[in-house]
């Protein structure tokens, strides 16, 4: 079956802008994940959703950062005023059991 | 906190031999998962492997299997017959309890499989 999808693959913002990340997870599976892969910071979790539960947004590095997940489906990351210190490859996954399927990123350059 | 730790920043073997990838871990919990996991220059993580905390036997996947120690808190991972698209960043993780919590992960090791 089709795995976790996400788009842009790539996206060049200039500093100030807002930007949007979306992410399809793989059908069936309630939970969904957002990471930051960075030079610097290795892997670092985001935020959180299952189901119809209030989301787990304890990884979120500030406010500018949001996230939403419509219809128990698709996930919207948000970068509002990007900052060049938020360029890196954002990854997306969905969980089945204990296992997390990722998607194949979205990379982020902000000049 | 969980802690992941892998001590081999980039490792390099040639085809067809094998490579061991070292991977420790802190946690007080008893109950958890450990994966590892394949980045290629693609970007796409691919689940390598898993093993499962309480499960005393070692999971193996074709060419991969693993050396899981729960008392030593290590989890290293085992290629056999390496082959040129094993080339890639491998990243060891950790998820406690029942698996419904973020991945904690390693800084990964990038593996050259030398022609």
């Known amino acids: 079956g089709a795995g976790v999808s996400q788009s842009p693959s790539n996206k060049v913002t200039e500093k100030g802008k807002d930007v949007e990340l979306r992410c399809d997870p793989i059908?069936?599976?309630?939970?969904l994940y957002w990471y930051r892969q960075s030079l610097g910071q290795g892997l670092e979790f985001l935020i959180y959703?299952?189901?119809?539960?209030?989301?787990?947004k304890s990884g979120l590095p500030s406010d500018r950062f949001s996230a939403e997940r419509t219809g128990g489906s698709v996930s919207t990351l948000t970068i509002q005023r990007t900052q060049q210190e938020d360029s890196a490859v954002y990854l997306c996954?969905?969980?089945?059991?204990?296992?997390?399927?990722f998607g194949p990123g979205t990379r982020l350059l902000v000049l | 906190a969980q802690t992941v730790t892998q001590s081999q920043p980039e490792m390099s073997v040639q085809e067809a031999e094998t490579v061991t990838l070292s991977c420790t871990y802190d946690t007080s919990e008893n109950n958890y998962y450990l994966f590892w996991y394949k980045q290629p220059p693609s970007r796409q993580m691919i689940l390598v492997i898993r093993q499962e905390a309480y499960k005393q036997q070692n999971a193996t996947e074709n060419r991969f299997s693993v050396n899981f120690q729960k008392a030593a808190k290590s989890f290293s991972l085992k290629i056999s017959d390496s082959q040129l698209g094993d080339t890639a960043m491998y990243f060891c993780?950790?998820?406690?309890?029942?698996?419904?919590?973020?991945?904690?992960f390693g800084t990964g090791t990038r593996l050259t499989i030398i022609p």
């Open positions: 993780a950790f998820v406690p309890n029942f698996g419904n919590e973020k991945l904690t």
């Open positions: 996954a969905s969980r089945e059991r204990e296992t997390q399927y």
């Open positions: 059908s069936g599976h309630t939970a």
């Open positions: 959703f299952q189901g119809n539960s209030a989301p787990d």
